[in-house]
């Protein structure tokens, strides 16, 4: 290890900064924020600069840095120097004169003369995350920063403030040292974590309440089953069209904490495999035939969710969109578990972006149904005198199988023969094709290319736009 990390308390604390442009406004900036009592001494002193020192009384000298000015007669020695003039000489001056006073001195982006380095900063407080590269590359930290920022969402700092209020009363209330940590770690990941996350902070403290008297019940009983004890939770999370760069954030997080994930067969490899490394898969798949009955997944997610554990039910596009996920959410509230539902792009939206097709347009088509091709006779109970009359697009969800059905609706609905049809299949994948047609010409164009499930229709004039046919 190269260098030594550190949180400094400079709360109150001395801080000289050497250099008055813009860079040296940003350290003052950061030093202010964690409470220190910054001096400025530079020759030359940016406006902005010039401003937060009046607003916030710090000290500043118009002139050149000189040695002796590490401990000014007078003055409270500095805990911490900074050097950010463009001046490498001044610079090395100043990094001399604090390395002999014994005072740790950051030469902004010079590692060389630095003592200490500053690292990039993800702040989440009370939570905080330091970055260093060891001065190899301050851009390498800043991507890192810039990932971890996008997976720590900003409920980590309650989060963190949450589970030290409870911790105390934990402490005073839970004798039993077992009890005690599982519950410090369900305040983390059990449902009282899920309320802080949505904003809900009297829920989460009424689960916390809950719980701890659970414990403290379970505890007097000696009962150290640590199964039973945590309560487990159920996400729905809609892992998008397959591309993982359109699963969201929020997505992404759950996947990352889960303990087990039951995934459909359309869930990608690559949306998987963002999951942690250790965490326990399942393929719920449901093909023709084949597969595990919805009765069985829903079992399979109280029963996981029972057992404490943090289950992401991971399912192609959106969760609430010809995904069961109604179905699913009923089983658990009858269980009496947690749960939360993550939206995903779903199949039409992605279908319509990768194949350039809006699904609406200003100027003449003002809806968009999405509806479920599988079954010939719920076919016939739509109505599409809207698509006929060029009104509405229509986005026909797993209708592969039921082409000629769909074909002689719109037919006998009266859509004209040559209205546009495009059929997407696995949009947003490598994979994924456009074939280009029109409603008297489906079935063919869909035979010619063999076209395979997942694949959606698009239906309307607006699906005339797109220009690729495979
Ligand atoms: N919940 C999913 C839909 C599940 S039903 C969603 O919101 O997208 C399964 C059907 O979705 C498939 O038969 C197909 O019509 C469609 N589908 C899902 N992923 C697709 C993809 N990548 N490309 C095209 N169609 C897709």
């Known amino acids: 290890m190269r260098y030594f990390p550190l949180f400094l308390d400079l709360d109150g604390r001395d801080v000289l900064v050497i250099g008055g442009g813009s860079v040296a406004l940003r350290k003052v900036e950061t030093l202010c924020s964690a409470g220190a009592r910054v001096r400025v001494i530079a020759e030359a002193i940016h406006e902005a600069l010039r401003a937060l020192a009046t607003r916030d009384g710090i000290p500043l000298q118009e002139r050149r840095f000189e040695s002796r000015d590490i401990e000014a007669h007078g003055l409270p020695r500095p805990r911490l120097v900074i050097a950010a003039t463009s001046d490498r000489e001044v610079n090395a001056v100043v990094a001399r004169a604090a390395d002999a006073a014994g005072i740790p001195c950051n030469v902004v982006d010079d590692r060389e003369l630095s003592t200490c380095l500053m690292p ?124 993982p760069g359109l699963l969201t954030l929020k997505g992404l997080r759950a996947l990352q904490e889960a303990d087990v994930v039951i995934h459909d067969r359309l869930a990608s490899a690559g949306v998987l495999e963002l999951a942690r490394r250790d965490a326990e898969r399942i393929d719920v798949g449901k093909r023709p035939g084949a597969g595990t009955s919805q009765d069985a997944i829903n079992a399979l997610l109280v029963e996981h969710a029972r057992r404490g554990r943090r289950v992401v039910r991971l399912k192609g596009g959106d969760p609430f969109i010809f995904g069961r996920g109604g179905e699913e959410i009923d089983a658990l509230r009858a269980a009496g578990i947690s749960f939360d539902v993550v939206p995903g792009i779903t199949a039409a939206v992605a279908a319509s972006a990768s194949a350039a097709i809006p699904l609406t347009d200003r100027r003449h088509v003002h809806a968009v149904r999405l509806i479920t091709g599988n079954d010939a006779g719920i076919l016939d109970a739509f109505d599409f005198s809207d698509v006929a009359a060029g009104r509405e697009t229509l986005a026909v969800y797993m209708g592969v199988a039921q082409l000629p059905a769909l074909r002689a609706r719109l037919l006998a609905a009266g859509v004209t023969p040559a209205m546009p049809v495009a059929l997407i299949e696995n949009a947003s994948r490598a994979e994924q094709r456009v074939v280009a047609t029109t409603a008297a010409s489906l079935v063919a164009a869909a035979d010619a290319h063999h076209v395979a499930s997942p694949a959606i229709a698009l239906v309307g004039s607006v699906a005339v736009n797109q220009t690729r046919s495979t």
């Open 120 to 243: 990039a900063i993800i702040d989440r407080s009370p939570v905080q995350i330091a970055v260093s590269t060891g001065g190899a590359s301050p851009v390498l930290a800043r991507l890192i920063r810039e990932r971890l920022e996008a997976l720590l969402d900003e409920s980590l700092g309650p989060l963190a403030q949450f589970a030290d209020r409870w911790r105390v009363t934990a402490r005073k209330v839970l004798a039993n040292v077992s009890a005690r940590r599982r519950y410090l770690s369900w305040l983390l990941t059990g449902s009282a974590a899920q309320a802080i996350r949505s904003g809900r902070s009297a829920e989460a403290d009424r689960l916390a309440t809950r719980e701890l008297a659970r414990l403290c019940h379970r505890a007097d009983r000696a009962d150290r089953d640590a199964d039973s004890t945590a309560a487990g939770h159920v996400s729905l999370v809609g892992a998008g069209p397959g591309d």
